[in-house]
């Protein structure tokens, strides 16, 4: 068992590197099944543990408690190892990046051409017919940063639909864009119709408001003893309704509106805020969890981090000893004011612009650093394109049994 040890190099997870457990174990296949025929399963098992590095070990040894790592056939480690340390990515997917690939500088012509073999292989190219090649290359056209979320949206309709063994023709395609930019759309109006409500609203309020006590209701309902004036000196309003209800020669009135109106923009611009303010709800963020949550693995600035997965907020959040421990970078100012879902507000001490790996899927976005548990949200989710198909079929079941998940 030694000797075989020595001819088995290490196994280190390395997405970057293309180095999945896959193309690992197909190197060494054949020491497993013929070489090591002779060793007992346990023994086969214990000689490919070994052969993992610590954190992958580590990793694999979490992913199977209550199990013992020995108590687990070969075979069936295998399979876990496949499903812990392989790339993610959909076929659609893997087909959209055949397109992107490029020769390095640095890269002779026969790694390359192996590169490229390998990968079209991989997406399964040729299984693609000339709807599939039409769709592919209409998808591909889609490079602003604009139709990011139509691209995404997209792609995960071309991987539902072949994997339900259905093809997609190009014109097909183009009614689900479409279809999508209505829904879009239609979204927006509403959002557009909420404001004017809430503006109403806040005017009618402000036109209830009694002279007399300044309570929410009209003067004629008033039951409060009538207030005197030391503007006028009379009775029935307040100082700040004065210039509404007394008379005053033209020449009088037009200089206490000027004064008025000059006090009125001193009290704004003292009022003013210095800048925007986009507040932003959490549902999840607590100092601890004590219910289940789902948690999601991912690659933050080349650091392992487990975030809890938060479908009820935009923004992520990176907890402040995780950034630490990535040598405390730098942080951008922001302006975003953070609420839990009792509406308190939230410390944060800036937000940090990572490179994101999930799923084998790398994108880049911002994270918010917080005492606060790590939390993914919907930014993160949207840019990976597996993740955002599999929110959006479990929001298509919630609509369409709606009573169900009352």
């Given amino acids: 068992m030694a000797a075989l040890s020595k001819r088995i190099e290490k196994f280190v997870f390395d997405p970057d590197a293309d180095i999945s457990f896959s193309r690992w174990f197909s190197r060494y296949k054949e020491v497993f099944s013929e070489d090591a025929k002779q060793l007992t399963e346990s023994k086969k098992v214990r000689l490919l543990c070994e052969k993992l590095d610590s954190v992958t070990f580590e990793k694999y040894q979490r992913h199977v408690l209550p199990k013992d ?35 390095s500088d640095a890269e002779d012509y026969l790694t390359y051409t192996g590169r490229v073999n390998e990968f079209c292989e991989k997406a399964k190219i040729h299984e693609l ?8 290359l209409w998808i591909f056209g889609l490079k602003s940063q604009q139709e990011a979320e139509i691209r995404q949206r997209l792609i995960a309709i071309l991987d539902r639909e072949h994997k339900a063994g259905r093809s997609v023709s190009l014109h097909e395609l183009h009614q689900e864009c479409e279809n999508f930019l209505s829904l879009r759309r239609d979204s927006e109006i509403v959002a557009g119709g909420t404001k004017l409500v809430e503006a109403a609203m806040i005017q009618n309020q402000k036109q209830t408001e009694c002279w007399n006590c300044g309570g929410k209701h009209y003067a004629r309902q008033c039951k409060s003893k009538p207030w005197f004036c030391k503007k006028c000196r009379k009775t029935g309003h307040k100082e700040k309704f004065c210039d509404s209800v007394r008379e005053k020669k033209p020449d009088e009135d037009e200089k206490t509106k000027k004064t008025q109106s000059s006090n009125r923009e001193k009290k704004e611009r003292r009022k003013a805020p210095r800048r925007q303010v986009r507040t932003v709800e959490i549902a999840n963020a607590a100092l601890e969890a004590n219910c289940p949550r789902i948690y999601i693995d991912a690659l933050v600035n080349n650091y392992d981090v487990k975030f809890l997965l938060d479908t009820g907020s935009d923004i992520t959040l990176l907890n402040e000893k995780t950034w630490k421990k990535m040598g405390s970078p730098v942080l951008e100012r922001t302006n975003v004011v953070v609420k839990n879902a009792s509406g308190e507000h939230m410390k944060i001490y800036g937000r940090l612009r990572c490179k994101i790996k999930m799923k ?3 994108t880049e976005g911002y994270a918010y650093v917080t005492p606060y ?17 599999h929110l959006e079929m479990m929001t298509a079941e919630v609509k369409r049994y709606p009573d169900t998940f009352r």
Avoid: H, P
């Avoid at 017919?129 to 592919?136: A, E, F, H, P, V």
């Avoid at 790590?374 to 198909?389: D, F, H, Q, T, V």
């Fill in 373 to 389: 548990n790590s939390l993914i949200g919907l930014e993160w989710i949207r840019a990976n394109e597996e993740m955002k198909y």
């Fill in 360 to 362: 084998g899927v790398e």
């Fill in 129 to 136: 017919d000339s709807d599939g090649i039409k769709c592919l």
């Fill in 69 to 103: 790592v020995s108590q687990i056939g070969f075979d069936e480690t295998i399979e876990a190892l496949k499903q812990l340390f392989d790339y993610k990515t959909s076929l659609f997917t893997t087909r959209y990046q055949c397109l992107k690939l490029e020769k």
